[in-house]
């Protein structure tokens, strides 16, 4: 379809126009020698191509900014460092800013792809930008429509330009934060970004509108990865980035619904996405052999040195960010559900990388203190995603995505902790991070506990209830070493982990503080940490 017109988007040029590429031509466009710079791709010895995503290897939270209307104040969560408000001649300045930039490419590809499994609930997104990897990633993350699904795809509902080589020299007395601008106007049904290459900011852009519109219509829109066993059983695992999702529920004896964005509706769990988003950095064929297996054609590696021979290297020290990336449609994955759906959730998990080393690696939860936890959301910022990070910084993130939120997290709490009732769903707190040896839970530990969780028989184990941190937690699970289960076992000194768990506990109490000017967060208080 070259004859698609730009020009109602304010991109006029002397442009070839690339309408859903195939991956033959997207792969053709990115090891083309006349690519330059960020653009130019490296072909790996699977088969997959490696590009250099840039000058910011993740994403900039703060660079995110809505457009006050009418429409989005009555409902938009303006907490002020997630969601900023700006105004829509900001908006239309950088709009102009990227669509000059867009205007004087030489080659502009447009992929047009749903988010969302459901045809009740998805949103058809269409993406404008002129890096031939961009494209490649949103072909690979989004879901990809039939030919005659685009042959009747019509008009979008919803525009994203990336005019991620242009950036934004007014900011300040705009009143933004950088010069990188992720903007988004819900009345012109419109994204623009500028100032990064982080394909990221696509994905998780549209995931903040689907945060948006699908809550308001009771559906539970969340930050987490889901499988689902033969008979139907499904385990959902919330957790901020590098917490586990993708690691865990590509596990060998279940299929995969998908692993980071998921709505849950009246019929089950749905995938808004089409494909994974795997961190490579160390990746080892034992540890993760699905991710490994997942990596050849069509897959996208991001910023991994690729040796003479072809050969990715993982390792990361060869690398220039520990937000080493790879990108693949779902279908890489040998099990997948085909759609990406399935029943209601019977597990719900959340991930918390505990950096204090004080939380036990699996604790059973009721059903205030899963209400607690989800609306405390601690957790850690772990190295790589977002951008400033370079250490595990721990974080109070509500709905275990702040980021991605854009409705009070009170909002994502009712619809989810209802879902939970309706459906009998158990909750429970996995950390995934570290324990008193200093060394974080291995992931053999990890994946035990979550077999226990899965086939149930951590209900049947033995507990201790953990004081400060007012936690119930298993001593003995199959496979899992059960020095580790109580915490305290895994100090020298007991009174180190108590010291510990009192601050920790401290600032979930300070933290709990924005939630309590109602009177049912109140009563969940003496379902929190105590001291
Ligand atoms: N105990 C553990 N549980 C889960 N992941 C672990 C654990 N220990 C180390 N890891 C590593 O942490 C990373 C988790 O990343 P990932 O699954 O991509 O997170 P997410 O999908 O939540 O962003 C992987 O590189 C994995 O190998
Ligand atoms: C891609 C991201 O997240 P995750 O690591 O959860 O995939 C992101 O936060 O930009």
Known sequence: MANLDLSKYGISGNFEILHNPTYEELFQAEIDPANE????G???????VSVDTGKFTGRSPKDKFFVKDAVTDEHLWWDGTINRPTTPEVFAHCKDLVTKQLSTAKKLYVVDTFCGTNEDTRLKVRFVMEVAWQAHFVTNMFIRPSHYELANYGEPDFVCLNGSKTSNPNWKEQGLNSEVFTLFNLTERMQVIGGTWYGGEMKKGIFALQNYYLPLRGIASMHCSANVGKDGDVAIFFGLSGTGKTTLSADPKRYLIGDDEHGWDDHGVFNYEGGCYAKVIDLEKDKEPDIWRAIRRD???????????GTPDYSA?????????????????????????AGHAKKIIYLSADAFGVLPPVSILDEKSAQYHFLSGFTSKLAGTERGITEPVPSFSPAFGEAFLTLHPTMYAKTLIGKAKEHNAKVYLVNTGWNGTGKRISLKNTRAIIDAIIDGSI????TVHVPILNLVAPTALNNVDSNILDPR?????VAEWETKAKSLAAKYIKNFEQYCDNDDAKALIPSGPQL
């Open 37 to 40: 710079g960020f653009e130019k």
């Open 42 to 48: 490296v072909l790996t010895t699977t088969g997959a």
């Open 299 to 309: 897959a996208l590696l991001e910023n991994v040195t690729v040796g003479a021979d």
């Open 317 to 341: 020290a060869a690398s220039k960010t520990e937000n080493t990336r790879v990108s693949y449609p779902i279908y890489h994955i040998n099990k997948i559900v085909s759609p990406s759906r």
């Open 459 to 462: 209900e049947n184990a033995p």
């Open 489 to 493: 076992d895994t100090y020298a000194d």
